[in-house]
């Protein structure tokens, strides 16, 4: 697959900096999964428009955020009305927001390659029909099963809290 590239790059920044370059939020998502302590937020909006934030475990594949949440709670309740969302996160030096949709996976070869990334990153993720089960998860995932969720994003927005310093949004297709 070939890396998704930014068809609209805006400098956001009132000081004189350059825009910044896509690669460098990209190279902190790749470096993600390995990276434990990144933390990732998931805004979403229930059926009356309240607004809900998560704490939520992510990984990078393939120019994709996966995530995974149990059906019962309420961000995937809020994802199965409304998939438009939004992930936060705080990389090396950068201060990134990703605006896009999740949409529940549900195809095995997806799933299975997922999981194998999962337990790479030290979760033992197992399929199990269409959905993840493992001995363990966090607090807010709700029970097992818990589904995965493919974030595609097309706006991205970054502000640099170390050198060089900026603050740039890119557009994707």
């Known amino acids: 697959m070939t890396e998704r590239a930014p068809v609209e790059t805006t400098n956001l920044d009132r000081y004189g900096h350059s825009p910044l370059e896509w690669s460098r939020a990209r190279d902190g998502l790749a470096a ?37 949440s149990g059906p019962g709670t309420r961000k995937s309740r809020n994802l199965a009305d409304n998939p438009a969302c939004t992930i936060s996160t705080r990389l090396e030096g950068l201060d990134l927001i990703l605006e896009g949709e999740a949409e529940r996976i549900v195809d095995a070869p997806t799933l299975e390659k997922v999981a194998g990334l999962y337990r790479a990153s030290g979760w033992p ?4 029909r269409d959905a993840f089960t493992a001995p363990y998860s966090a607090p807010s995932a709700g029970p097992p099963p818990w589904y995965l969720y493919r974030f595609t994003f097309h706006t991205a927005t970054g502000v640099a809290t170390a050198e060089p310093h900026g603050a740039t949004r890119w557009r994707f297709v």
Request: proline share 7%; aromatic share 12%; charged share 20%.
């Open 32 to 68: 993600s999964p390995t990276r434990l302590d990144i933390p990732f937020f998931l805004g979403t909006a229930g059926r009356d428009g309240r607004p809900h934030a998560a704490g939520i475990g992510a990984l990078w594949h393939e120019d994709y955020i996966y995530i995974v």
């Open 125 to 128: 993720a197992e399929v199990e």
